[in-house]
């Protein structure tokens, strides 16, 4: 045939310009996860779609994209992370599962190893259908099949790996079964809708839960009530607890009249130590696990860093930063990468990576070395 030219290689043909190892390659590149990349997962509503949105952070590169995300059905209310599969072939059982909870009272698990999925690849609490000609019915004892209302709080168990939490508008938190994906114990000694748990970090039965109303129980899940006398009322509503990971018997605490709260769980009643932290509320708190006392907070529409020292603990707010993302909703340290927090807020771009190292005020107060670039003051 006149007119056909063949090259060895379509690098050498003069009319191809664009290479399957060009910008393809580089997709294919920013798809796969390096041992060095975060997930960061970002729950939205924009324009009355819900959804899910898996970003990636690379520290050492500076990389931040969107990966990939999952339409959900209904807005999302709290979000955790499930480092266990039980559908796993791997003897650990390893996964890489998020749990989402809703206005709906049911759970989805999504796998975030599969990309833009269309489901859950389960739903916690989901009603079987009735059979043709009947009425589903709720069974009467504790076995009951979950939620009644929004599921407003979630947390992983990740020294009983096959443990969920969850707590709702109903006034109950849910102990779920990951295997059996069912209810495993339902507590019910709570008097408002429940708004933040989480599992004790060394104690495997014990889990702290707050409540609307105010109220702080510590409950051994052993026998469902709460242990003697480990509560305290807050007298405002309780928007965050978190274990100390450095003094897991004591936990902090945010409530909506701004204030940020140290409490011992051998000395119930009263706080160790309280601080006003933000004008309208202080909606969430975290923990750097690799910097002892740093704790950091956020509010209306600024991020505040604190230092917990002290035979008798004490904040010392060290620094301070408006951050214009409209209201802020949480705060979180990455686990690995120190020096880094994420903030969640109500703008449209709804999250921003924060590095400290560029704070001066924040280095100087915890001993670092701050960055050589230029810093803030």
Same mark, same amino acid.
């Given at each position: ?6 090259? &060895?290689?379509? *690098?050498?043909? @003069? ?60 807005? @999302?209310? $709290?979000? &955790?992370?499930?480092? #266990? ?14 749990? %989402?909870? /809703? ?12 990309? !833009? ?12 259908? @009735? ?20 599921? /407003?709080?979630?947390?992983? !168990?990740?020294?009983?790996?096959? %443990? ?24 019910? $000694? ?25 109220? &702080? ?8 009530? @709460? ?17 100390? /990971? ?42 750097? #696990? ?5 704790? &950091?907070? =956020? ?30 909703? $949480? ?10 927090? %994420? ?13 400290? +190292? *560029? #704070?001066? *005020? =924040?280095? %100087? ?6 960055? +050589? +670039?230029?810093?803030?003051?």
């Amino acid at each position: 045939m006149k007119g056909v030219a063949v090259h &060895a290689s379509s *690098k050498d043909d @003069p009319y191809i310009t664009k290479h399957e190892d060009s910008e393809d390659e580089y997709e294919r590149d920013d798809f796969v996860l390096k041992d060095t990349d975060n997930l960061v997962v970002v729950a939205k509503m924009v324009k009355d779609e819900p959804s899910i949105d898996v970003h990636v952070f690379n520290d050492s590169t500076g990389d931040w994209y969107l990966h990939h995300d999952y339409i959900l059905p209904s807005p @999302p209310l $709290c979000l &955790a992370s499930i480092r #266990y599969d039980p559908g796993s072939e791997d003897q650990e059982k390893k996964g890489n599962l998020l749990a %989402v909870g /809703t206005f709906e009272p049911t759970i989805q698990i999504w796998d975030l190893d599969i990309a !833009n999925a269309l489901e859950p690849i389960v739903t916690l609490g989901q009603q079987a259908k @009735p059979s043709k000609g009947g009425k589903s019915r709720k069974k009467r004892d504790n076995s009951a099949q979950g939620h009644s209302d929004a599921v /407003t709080a979630l947390d992983w !168990n990740q020294l009983c790996p096959h %443990v969920l939490a969850s707590g709702s508008a109903d006034q109950t938190v849910v102990l779920w079964d990951l295997d059996e994906a069912k209810p495993a114990t339902i507590i019910t $000694c709570f008097d408002d809708k429940i708004g933040s748990i989480q599992w004790h970090p060394v104690e495997t039965s014990i889990l702290v839960a707050g409540t609307r109303a105010g109220k &702080a129980q510590v409950i051994d899940c052993r026998n469902t009530e @709460p242990v003697s006398n480990a509560q305290w009322d807050m007298g405002a509503e309780i928007e965050k607890l978190l274990w100390d /990971t450095y003094n897991p018997s004591c936990l902090f605490a945010t409530t909506d009249d701004g204030k940020l709260h140290y409490l011992d769980s051998r000395k119930p009643g009263k706080p160790v130590t309280s601080v006003f932290a933000h004008e309208d509320g202080a909606n969430s708190v975290s923990q750097n #696990y690799g910097v002892r006392g740093m704790i &950091a907070t =956020v509010g209306e529409n600024e991020l505040k860093i604190w230092k917990l020292s002290g035979a008798k603990p004490t904040f010392e707010e060290v620094y301070q930063h408006e951050i214009k993302m409209g209201k802020l909703f $949480c705060v979180a340290f990455g686990p690995d990468v120190h020096n880094t927090l %994420v903030i969640g807020g109500e703008a449209e771009e709804m999250i921003r990576i924060v590095d400290l +190292e *560029k #704070y001066e *005020k =924040v280095c %100087v107060a915890f001993g670092a070395k701050p960055a +050589e +670039e230029a810093m803030e003051s």
